[in-house]
């Protein structure tokens, strides 16, 4: 877990100027970690990142990742809308999509992205609609199950996700006689883990497939997407990912498969989201109201409509009662928010420092699925997104909304 980037008096002269709550990323530390990604992975000399715009679609994030040599991983119209404004084009765009429109068909072609199709029978729909690109990855689903320290953490089978491995042997083989002249081929497993081990095993299977693919279409795909997260440390005695370790156990693999079967080079790209944006973002909220019945309730100026991930995913975010981060932990609450909905809590039984009203608590590790995930129930608007520049100066990023904007698209 991160260390906080700006004392108490730093963040309340930023709250004079942004009142709470808030998202805050800090640009210095994002852009040290896509430099130590790239470095970590610089023995493959096509490696190329393209940051999963689903994690956090802020543009003024999307243009640091540009101006760091990223490409933009996109699912959506909006989101290859958003790439488009942020000029990325052709082969910096990724476009892995599912249950695709003619319409996210025919943006991503003009827009010259590596279209990723999650499903081959979407090959005729493609070319009908859009026509087929000299470039396409397809998106392969190998029908196992994936285990970590022997437990089942994602059944394929039961998967939407990816087409089998005899569908993309027969579409590889139309795509080619349709005139596409370089493949790739994507695979998600990385489940979020942090473990090198978990990749080698995970990586060496995909890399058979791939010579597999090989031997049965003559194919040599040009680019291999390792997809799926990698891991963060959202407890405060985790480590974080080593990225040199997990890139030199893919390096094994890669040896072990691709080097030895004769396929060497294939270029590698990942579609990374929490790890390159999560540790570097926090959100910031003030206490409101203390609320003793059976429990003690404490009660902040933000609702999890605006922070949904605890409400979602049960994960645990670290709490700093700011001006307070030494004292004793020796007071136990549940944080809420507003929202008429009992699940409404940041953190259950919580052991905090004393907690007074005014106080400013900062969640750690808020720069990944978060916002992205917030909503509007019961009315409740969401809040302001911040950057803390390289030079230390704090900017706004995207404005708080009010209720003209949560009345706006309503007509009557």
């Given at each position: ?9 730093e ?11 808030f ?89 010259g ?46 998967s ?5 491995k ?5 579409g590889?083989?139309s ?59 959202f ?44 540790p ?42 700011m ?5 004793e ?13 009992d ?13 007074e ?56």
């Amino acid at each position: 877990m991160n260390k906080i980037p700006f004392s108490y008096d730093e963040l309340k002269n930023i709250i004079s100027k942004f009142p709470t709550p808030f998202y805050i990323y800090d640009e210095k530390a994002i852009r040290k970690n896509v430099r130590n990604l790239k470095k970590a992975f610089s023995w493959n000399k096509g490696y190329h990142e393209y940051f999963s715009v689903k994690t956090n679609p802020n543009p003024s994030l999307l243009k640091i990742f540009k101006e760091e040599g990223c490409g933009v991983d996109c699912a959506s119209l909006a989101e290859l809308m958003l790439a488009d404004l942020c000029k990325f084009s052709n082969e910096d765009i990724m476009f892995t999509s599912n249950v695709t429109t003619s319409e996210e068909y025919k943006l991503a072609k003009n827009l010259g992205a590596v279209i990723n199709l999650d499903d081959t029978s979407h090959i005729d729909f493609l070319n009908n609609c859009a026509g087929i690109p000299e470039t396409i990855c397809c998106r392969v689903n190998l029908g196992e199950s994936i285990k970590y320290q022997d437990k089942v953490i994602l059944n394929l089978k039961d998967s939407k996700f990816g087409s089998t491995k005899e569908q993309i042997y027969e579409g590889f083989k139309s795509l080619q006689k349709l005139g596409v002249k370089h493949f790739g081929i994507h695979y998600q497993f990385g489940c979020h883990k942090k473990d090198p081990k978990y990749f080698e095993i995970n990586t060496h299977k995909f890399f058979e497939y791939v010579v597999e693919l090989y031997k049965n279409t003559g194919i040599k795909v040009d680019f291999i997407n390792l997809a799926g997260g990698l891991g963060i440390p959202f407890l405060e005695e985790d480590s974080p990912a080593d990225i040199e370790e997990i890139s030199y156990s893919i390096k094994k693999s890669y040896d072990e498969t691709i080097v030895r079967a004769g396929l060497d080079p294939i270029s590698l790209v990942t579609e990374l989201g929490i790890y390159m944006t999560g540790p570097y973002g926090y959100f910031v909220s003030s206490v409101l109201h203390i609320k003793n019945t059976y429990k003690t309730f404490i009660g902040l100026d933000a609702s999890t409509n605006s922070f949904m991930s605890p409400l979602r995913y049960n994960n645990y975010y670290h709490i700093s009662v700011m001006g307070k981060e030494n004292n004793e932990c020796n007071h136990i609450y549940d944080l809420t928010g507003a929202l008429c909905e009992d699940r409404d809590r940041f953190a259950t039984d919580r052991p905090l420092p004393y907690i007074e009203k005014g106080d400013i608590l900062v969640f750690h590790d808020t720069g990944a699925y978060n916002y992205s995930h917030s909503h509007n129930f019961n009315g409740k608007l969401r809040p302001a997104e911040l950057l803390l520049c390289t030079n230390g100066s704090v900017k706004m990023i995207r404005r708080s909304e009010t209720p003209d904007d949560y009345f706006s698209t309503l007509r009557f």
